[in-house]
């Protein structure tokens, strides 16, 4: 992986895997799907500097218990998130994402596409702020198995096929006018967006009412309480993920910081 290029998180996953600790401990957050390389630009030094710095950053996933409303910046990834946040970028954007069978990850690969060819914007950076029902393609294939989460969906997805990735990821990314490669709509997933530098911004508000609901429907193996069910969809999140203390509650906070909004 060229650690020059533009990697914004450099977190990747075929949601085998997150970062589950305990002992009250924290862990640096890494790939989890090494093969899968960066399709990053040349010249971005801006997001490169990023990229190193969010790869040393600690992600705590150890938590027994959490409360509704988080008050305390050790209970989300605060410093990960103030990495987003003083991005000096001049170019970036962040998406409301909430519809999780909308068509979310094909507009920010269509985004980064027309800012990067069409506008020469190589460094410009893209922030999911994903919530609501999108929230569920932040969670590994252990939860989804777990807690049922496909019937959450109507039956439309059985499993988190948002994080596979596609035989186009391993295109000649050189080739970026391919209708089959690796910037088309064959590759959209969340995995292959992340590789492009894209942010995927975690909600914990969103884990709390998901946490809720399972309890209130007895979809609950271990009887854990409400507090304990959200600790465990929290420690379960995707790797490379940033939780927030709720999505949108930061949206201000990055539009103060020069992100534009789009829905």
């Known amino acids: 992986m060229n650690n020059a290029r533009r990697g914004m998180l450099g977190f990747m996953t075929s949601g085998l895997a997150t970062l589950t600790l305990g002992g009250g401990s924290t862990a640096h957050a890494e790939s989890a799907q090494s093969s899968l390389r960066t399709l990053i630009p040349e010249g971005t030094s801006t997001l490169s500097l990023l990229n190193q710095s969010l790869e040393k950053t600690p992600r705590r996933r150890d938590f027994k218990s959490v409360p509704m409303i988080l ?73 989804w198995e777990k807690y049922q989460l496909s019937q959450l969906t109507q039956g439309k997805f059985k499993d988190n096929s948002f994080l596979k990735v596609s035989a186009a990821a391993q295109t000649d990314p050189a080739q970026y006018e391919d209708i089959t490669g690796a910037f088309s709509p064959l590759d959209n997933s969340i995995p292959v967006l992340q590789s492009r530098g894209v942010v995927f911004l975690a909600c914990h508000n969103a884990i709390f009412e998901l946490a809720t609901r399972l309890h209130k ?10 507090p304990q069910l959200a600790a465990e969809l929290t420690n379960h999140l995707i790797d490379g993920a940033v939780l927030t203390p709720g999505v949108m509650g930061t949206m201000p906070e990055l539009g103060a910081r020069g992100f534009y909004y789009a829905k």
Do not use: C
């Not at 962040?94 to 909308?102: R, S, W």
């Not at 429907?217 to 409400?226: A, E, G, M, Q, T």
């Open 71 to 143: 008050t305390h910046p050790d209970e989300w990834d605060d410093e990960a998130l103030r990495l987003v946040f003083q991005y000096q970028g001049q170019h970036k954007q962040v998406f409301d994402n909430v519809v999780l069978d909308g068509p979310w990850l094909n507009l920010m690969r269509n985004t980064l596409n027309t800012q990067i060819w069409a506008f020469g914007h190589k460094d410009f950076l893209v922030v999911s702020g994903t919530h609501g029902p999108a929230h569920l393609a932040l969670y590994d294939d252990y939860l």
């Open 217 to 226: 429907s007895d979809v609950n193996p271990d009887h854990r309480s409400i």
